[in-house]
Protein backbone atom coordinates (compact mmCIF):
# COMPACT_ATOMS: atom_id res chain seq x y z
CA UNK A 1 0.00 0.00 0.00
CA UNK A 2 2.97 2.55 1.03
CA UNK A 3 5.77 0.49 -0.70
CA UNK A 4 6.92 -0.12 2.52
CA UNK A 5 10.39 -2.87 2.10
CA UNK A 6 11.25 -4.90 5.24
CA UNK A 7 14.18 -3.05 6.02
CA UNK A 8 12.41 0.36 5.90
CA UNK A 9 9.49 -1.19 8.30
CA UNK A 10 12.24 -2.17 10.36
CA UNK A 11 14.21 1.10 10.38
CA UNK A 12 10.69 2.83 11.39
CA UNK A 13 9.67 0.29 14.25
CA UNK A 14 13.54 0.70 15.81
CA UNK A 15 12.89 4.48 16.13
CA UNK A 16 9.41 4.30 17.31
CA UNK A 17 10.88 1.62 19.97
CA UNK A 18 13.44 4.53 20.85
CA UNK A 19 11.08 7.78 20.97
CA UNK A 20 7.90 6.30 22.16
CA UNK A 21 9.22 3.63 24.44
CA UNK A 22 8.22 0.39 25.25
CA UNK A 23 5.42 0.58 27.58
CA UNK A 24 3.67 2.66 25.53
CA UNK A 25 4.31 1.07 21.81
CA UNK A 26 1.60 -1.44 22.45
CA UNK A 27 -1.31 1.70 22.95
CA UNK A 28 0.00 3.55 20.03
CA UNK A 29 -0.09 0.67 17.71
CA UNK A 30 -3.47 -0.09 18.57
CA UNK A 31 -4.32 3.58 18.16
CA UNK A 32 -2.72 3.80 14.44
CA UNK A 33 -4.61 0.31 14.23
CA UNK A 34 -8.20 1.57 14.90
CA UNK A 35 -7.12 4.92 12.64
CA UNK A 36 -6.10 2.50 9.86
CA UNK A 37 -9.37 0.75 10.48
CA UNK A 38 -11.40 3.85 10.01
CA UNK A 39 -9.84 5.59 7.10
CA UNK A 40 -10.30 2.48 5.30
CA UNK A 41 -13.99 2.58 6.26
CA UNK A 42 -14.17 5.92 5.39
CA UNK A 43 -12.54 4.94 1.70
CA UNK A 44 -14.93 1.86 1.39
CA UNK A 45 -17.95 4.03 2.47
CA UNK A 46 -17.45 7.06 -0.68
CA UNK A 47 -16.15 4.00 -3.20
CA UNK A 48 -19.86 2.55 -2.64
CA UNK A 49 -21.54 6.00 -2.84
CA UNK A 50 -19.47 6.59 -5.62
CA UNK A 51 -20.55 3.25 -7.30
CA UNK A 52 -24.49 3.98 -6.02
CA UNK A 53 -24.62 7.29 -7.78
CA UNK A 54 -22.67 5.92 -10.81
CA UNK A 55 -25.67 2.80 -10.87
CA UNK A 56 -28.52 5.55 -10.27
CA UNK A 57 -27.37 7.55 -13.68
CA UNK A 58 -27.38 4.53 -15.16
CA UNK A 59 -30.97 3.32 -13.68
CA UNK A 60 -32.17 6.56 -15.07
CA UNK A 61 -30.48 6.32 -18.54
CA UNK A 62 -32.19 2.60 -18.68
CA UNK A 63 -35.39 4.08 -17.74
CA UNK A 64 -35.51 6.43 -20.34
CA UNK A 65 -34.88 4.15 -22.74
CA UNK A 66 -37.55 1.92 -21.22
CA UNK A 67 -39.97 5.23 -21.17
CA UNK A 68 -39.08 5.31 -25.20
CA UNK A 69 -39.59 2.09 -25.79
CA UNK A 70 -43.19 2.07 -24.35
CA UNK A 71 -44.08 5.05 -25.87
CA UNK A 72 -43.06 3.76 -29.24
CA UNK A 73 -44.85 0.32 -28.03
CA UNK A 74 -47.89 2.42 -27.51
CA UNK A 75 -47.92 4.01 -31.00
CA UNK A 76 -48.11 0.24 -32.64
CA UNK A 77 -51.48 -0.69 -30.89
CA UNK A 78 -53.31 1.54 -33.47
CA UNK A 79 -51.72 -0.61 -36.32
CA UNK A 80 -54.06 -0.66 -39.27
CA UNK A 81 -51.41 -1.79 -42.29
CA UNK A 82 -54.37 -1.64 -45.08
CA UNK A 83 -55.50 2.11 -43.93
CA UNK A 84 -51.74 2.87 -43.99
CA UNK A 85 -51.57 1.46 -47.41
CA UNK A 86 -54.88 3.22 -48.17
CA UNK A 87 -53.99 6.48 -46.76
CA UNK A 88 -50.45 6.39 -49.19
CA UNK A 89 -52.45 5.42 -52.35
CA UNK A 90 -54.84 8.33 -51.97
CA UNK A 91 -52.03 10.72 -51.36
CA UNK A 92 -49.83 9.30 -54.50
CA UNK A 93 -53.45 9.41 -56.70
CA UNK A 94 -53.92 13.02 -55.06
CA UNK A 95 -50.79 14.23 -56.14
CA UNK A 96 -51.07 13.17 -59.77
CA UNK A 97 -53.80 15.44 -61.93
CA UNK A 98 -56.03 12.94 -63.29
CA UNK A 99 -56.13 12.67 -67.32
CA UNK A 100 -59.16 11.34 -69.22
CA UNK A 101 -58.44 7.76 -70.70
CA UNK A 102 -60.35 8.70 -73.89
CA UNK A 103 -58.58 7.83 -77.08
CA UNK A 104 -58.47 10.54 -80.12
CA UNK A 105 -60.29 8.26 -82.09
CA UNK A 106 -63.49 6.03 -81.40
CA UNK A 107 -62.07 1.93 -81.93
CA UNK A 108 -64.39 -0.22 -82.02
CA UNK A 109 -64.18 -3.31 -80.24
CA UNK A 110 -63.76 -6.72 -82.40
CA UNK A 111 -65.91 -9.65 -82.10
CA UNK A 112 -64.43 -13.13 -81.29
CA UNK A 113 -65.70 -14.38 -84.74
CA UNK A 114 -64.13 -11.65 -86.82
CA UNK A 115 -60.60 -11.82 -85.30
CA UNK A 116 -60.33 -15.66 -85.34
CA UNK A 117 -58.38 -17.35 -88.30
CA UNK A 118 -60.10 -20.25 -89.80
CA UNK A 119 -58.48 -23.55 -89.08
CA UNK A 120 -57.97 -25.62 -92.88
CA UNK A 121 -55.53 -27.83 -91.79
CA UNK A 122 -55.28 -29.20 -88.38
CA UNK A 123 -53.35 -32.50 -87.93
CA UNK A 124 -54.79 -35.27 -86.50
CA UNK A 125 -54.40 -36.66 -83.01
CA UNK A 126 -51.10 -38.80 -82.80
CA UNK A 127 -51.63 -41.60 -80.13
CA UNK A 128 -48.96 -42.00 -77.71
CA UNK A 129 -45.93 -43.90 -78.31
CA UNK A 130 -46.20 -47.35 -77.06
CA UNK A 131 -44.03 -48.73 -73.83
CA UNK A 132 -41.15 -49.81 -75.07
CA UNK A 133 -41.30 -47.46 -78.38
CA UNK A 134 -37.93 -45.93 -78.38
CA UNK A 135 -37.81 -44.38 -82.11
CA UNK A 136 -41.49 -43.22 -81.73
CA UNK A 137 -41.62 -39.24 -82.10
CA UNK A 138 -43.61 -37.55 -78.94
CA UNK A 139 -47.84 -35.81 -80.02
CA UNK A 140 -46.05 -32.44 -80.15
CA UNK A 141 -43.41 -33.07 -82.04
CA UNK A 142 -45.62 -35.20 -84.90
CA UNK A 143 -47.93 -32.39 -85.01
CA UNK A 144 -45.35 -29.90 -86.86
CA UNK A 145 -45.85 -30.72 -90.82
CA UNK A 146 -43.02 -31.75 -92.52
CA UNK A 147 -41.53 -29.63 -95.10
CA UNK A 148 -40.74 -30.49 -98.17
CA UNK A 149 -37.58 -29.68 -100.10
CA UNK A 150 -39.51 -29.23 -103.47
CA UNK A 151 -41.50 -26.95 -101.77
CA UNK A 152 -38.40 -24.42 -100.54
CA UNK A 153 -37.64 -21.53 -102.87
CA UNK A 154 -34.32 -22.11 -104.98
CA UNK A 155 -31.40 -20.21 -103.49
CA UNK A 156 -30.60 -18.96 -106.94
CA UNK A 157 -33.81 -17.99 -108.39
CA UNK A 158 -34.30 -14.26 -108.28
CA UNK A 159 -37.68 -12.70 -106.56
CA UNK A 160 -40.47 -11.93 -108.40
Do not use: C
Request: aromatic share 6%; glycine share 6%; charged share 25%.
Amino acid sequence: MFDFSWGELLVVGAVALIAIGPKELPGVLRTVGQWMTKMRRLAAEFQGQFHEAIREAEMADLKKEVDEMTDTAKSYTNFDPLGDIQKDIDSTFADKPSEPAVASEPVEPATAIETAAPVADAPAAVDAPAAGDEHATPAAESAVPELRHDALPDAGAKPA
